[in-house]
């Protein structure tokens, strides 16, 4: 969700040529799968393609190769450190940690609110996109 939500607001800025955005599982219970269709209405809905989308795992080289690692919450995060093993380049951050109220993003497979999830990762994209302005 926040791989295309933050690609539209970019493109929406006019600043695409700006940023390579991507993403990347930190387990592997999703490689090679699409946007699960409760968000892929979402992003529909907000008129964001993502039916190209397939995922796949983060590497060593993702980490090497992006200025900013941005985690959804903490499970990520750990998952990240476990991939990197350590973060010299202070490049991981969480989404929410851009916004008045930092923390992790509620996570919907769990949570089954979808909806809160949106509001949350529209807030953390813009926040990001305004602190790299």
Known sequence: MAEYVMKALVAEAGRSAEFEIASAATSAEEIGN?????????????????????????????????????????QNLANIRRIIGSDPDGKVCRLLDFTPTPGDIADPWYTRDF???????????RALLARLA
């Not at 809905?45 to 090497?64: E, F, G, L, N, P």
């Open 115 to 125: 909806n809160l999830t949106w509001r949350q990762v529209n807030a953390g994209c």
């Open 34 to 74: 699409g946007v699960y269709p409760p968000v892929r209405r979402l992003l529909e809905a907000a008129d964001i393609d993502c039916s190209a989308h397939a995922a796949r795992q983060m590497t060593v080289a993702d980490y090497r190769h992006y200025d900013l690692v941005v985690v959804m919450d903490g």
